[in-house]
């Protein structure tokens, strides 16, 4: 067992309109922190994950229809980028069978006029004008009219995406509470010391009341209200499934 469950239970300090930057003077008596710059480490890692991971504010119930659309928009970006690397892929053998056509046109034809008339519904005219039509002038500039070199260089790089040949099965880990929850253990128990626990998160009721005050023990405490501060949305069912795969990791 943690400290935590063993303590009385205290009223922990309101951090409602507290700024972030004044957020470790304001616990750090209370929750024993001593190290404020490991503290603004692990805030700024918090703050730049919400930023750069969340597409939303607000938080939405873990039986929430729209929180489960997250795996069927996995499995449609997936399906749709497998397409993109195949057309990448046609695309340069397109090109390549192009390049290939011309060269065996110029071999067979060799820009002969009888030929060329023959072949072309076109006048080459008078004889003393040796320039090629306009109208076939792409079998000459085919590939000096545009960049092929930067479109073969881009659909390269298009094929060469690293899709997974197969995807995770079940719904989508919340992998951005996770790794919140991570790191705000390795600040809790392995720069600060203390024991890492939950007591109150593992009490339904209390996760079915989704309430972070009625969190408990001081480590958990500690865990809703940093990410709550530092902008990660969450649920209290959310923030135990996380903090149990946390553990297991």
């Known amino acids: 067992m943690g400290d935590d469950a063993s303590e009385p239970v205290i009223t922990r300090p309101s951090l409602e309109g507290t700024l972030l930057s004044e957020t470790f003077e304001a616990i750090a008596g209370f929750y024993k922190l001593k190290n404020a710059d490991a503290f603004d480490d692990l805030t700024e890692y918090l703050v730049a994950l919400s930023c750069r991971d969340q597409e ?5 119930p873990f039986s929430d229809p729209e929180a ?27 090109i390549n069978a192009i390049d290939e056509d011309l060269k065996r046109f110029d071999a067979v ?17 008078d004889p003393k004008d040796l320039t090629v039509p306009p109208e076939i002038g792409s079998l000459l500039q085919f590939f000096g009219a545009a960049d092929f070199k930067g479109v073969e260089l881009a659909l390269s790089q298009l094929e060469a995406i690293p899709v997974r040949n197969k995807l995770l099965k079940g719904p989508m880990p919340n992998v951005t509470l996770r790794r919140a929850v991570a790191a705000c253990r390795h600040y809790w128990r392995g720069t600060e010391g203390h024991s890492w626990s939950m007591s109150s998160l593992k009490e339904k009721a209390v996760r079915d009341e989704n309430n972070r005050q009625f969190l408990q023990g001081k480590c958990e405490g500690f865990v809703s209200d940093i990410l709550t501060q530092c902008g990660i949305v969450f649920g209290l069912h959310e923030l135990c499934s996380a903090w149990s795969a946390v553990d297991k990791s």
């Open 68 to 94: 489960a659309a997250s795996t069927s928009r996995r499995s449609d970006g997936h399906a749709i980028a497998l397409r993109l690397r195949d057309h990448a892929t046609q695309a340069l053998k397109i």
């Open 56 to 60: 939303g504010e607000e938080y939405r």
């Open 109 to 125: 034809v060799n820009l002969h006029p009888p030929l060329l008339e023959a072949i072309f519904d076109l006048d080459l005219g």
